[in-house]
């Protein structure tokens, strides 16, 4: 006979952020109207694989090949072309604000066929494009993919993703975006997370700062900095000095839960109105007795294994925890520690404290 128990259990990573007295940068928590970045893409070939490449597939890449091949006066027909140590990829990068030609910029490469590994090979010259359709960088180099694969008849070992991988500095800006910066005669500052009251500190802090009503608060998230006459002609010493101002942002009420991983993160803010908390484990026994039955002797039976299975239940008695109005974020630690919360159960203590009406704070689920 053979048992075999099956225990039901979830591993979970619990994060809790307190911070007492959080100050931050203005730099830190604003961005300047007009100065933003720029996405670019293009589609290119990765060469010198060691037979990682795409398979007969992959059709578009024997006709990136081809295409290729006939800029260089080299004609060849597709049919002929069997490739495995050529791969096709799309090419993106992040241009920064202000980049100018000459500068170099940081390239992922993304495996676009069913290629293996990109492992050892070489991104061959790439015109990467603007969502205008303009090439404002060119992308060349070895790719880094710090990812590894390797299999065997029986078996298969993976890190990491080695189908994409970067190329350090490995673009060159060939062109410079028109920035929509206007520095003169008004600055509009606007918050990476709107909220009222951060809003209103930072108009205050700038004005006492400048010792004038210079910025005032538009709306959650702009304010609107008028240029005082002392920095006309000096604006970027002006955005130098005050994003040192330190400021104490308000952080609303959330809590993140990412199933995924297991992973919770509960913000300084959170509230708990009275709620009273049960919690109980079930834990799963399986126990499988496969059976032999032979026929009797010069029957025309067959031999049959049975299978037989005995399942088990337990479940311990819940425990009970009171909080009270207006409970704080360590409060709810401890209650759901006295519980004896893990992963899974945890996940579901909170949401049902959401549906209850007593948790007071944004949950969200990613």
Same mark, same amino acid.
């Given at each position: ?333 401890? @209650?759901?520690? +006295?519980? $004896? !919360?893990?992963?899974? *159960? #945890? %996940?579901? &203590?909170?949401? @049902?404290?959401? +549906?209850? $009406? !007593?948790?007071?704070? *944004? #949950? %969200?689920? &990613?």
């Amino acid at each position: 006979m053979k048992g075999v128990k099956v225990t039901v259990f979830t591993v979970m990573l619990l994060v809790f952020t307190t911070v007492l007295g959080f100050s931050a940068r203005l730099k830190d928590i604003v961005d300047v109207e007009g100065v933003r970045g720029n996405y670019l893409i293009g589609y290119g070939l990765v060469v010198g694989l060691k037979g990682t490449g795409d398979g007969v597939l992959s059709k578009f890449t024997v006709q990136s090949v081809v295409n290729m091949l006939e800029r260089f006066g080299i004609k060849v027909p597709k049919e002929q072309i069997i490739l495995k140590n050529v791969a096709a990829v799309l090419v993106t990068a992040y241009l920064p604000p202000f980049a100018m030609p000459g500068q170099k910029i940081d390239v992922e490469v993304s495996s676009l066929g069913d290629a293996k590994s990109l492992q050892g090979g070489t991104l061959l010259l790439t015109p990467l494009l603007g969502p205008d359709g303009k090439v404002y960088a060119l992308a060349q180099g070895p790719v880094s993919i710090g990812g590894i694969a390797a299999q065997g008849a029986g078996a298969r070992m993976q890190t990491a993703h080695p189908t994409a991988g970067k190329i350090p500095n490995g673009a060159i800006v060939e062109r410079t975006v028109e920035e929509g910066l206007n520095l003169n005669p008004k600055i509009t500052l606007s918050l990476k997370e709107a909220d009222f009251n951060t809003a209103y500190q930072i108009s205050e802090a700038i004005n006492d700062y400048l010792n004038g009503n210079y910025a005032y608060p538009k709306d959650n998230r702009n304010i609107e900095l008028t240029i005082p006459p002392s920095y006309r002609g000096k604006e970027v010493k002006l955005l130098a000095e005050i994003g040192n101002l330190e400021i104490s942002p308000d952080t609303p009420a959330k809590v993140v839960i990412d199933e995924r991983t297991g992973t919770v993160v509960i913000g300084e803010n959170v509230r708990i109105s009275k709620v009273a908390i049960a919690h109980g484990n079930i834990s799963i026994e399986v126990r499988e007795y496969p059976e032999v039955y032979q026929p009797y002797p010069f029957s025309p039976g067959e031999t049959v294994v049975v299978p037989r299975t005995e399942i088990k239940a337990k479940e311990k008695k819940a425990k009970v925890v009171v909080l009270e109005e207006g409970a704080t974020l360590g409060e709810l630690v401890r @209650a759901l520690n +006295a519980v $004896g !919360a893990t992963a899974t *159960e #945890l %996940i579901s &203590i909170l949401q @049902a404290i959401k +549906a209850a $009406g !007593a948790l007071q704070a *944004e #949950l %969200i689920i &990613i």
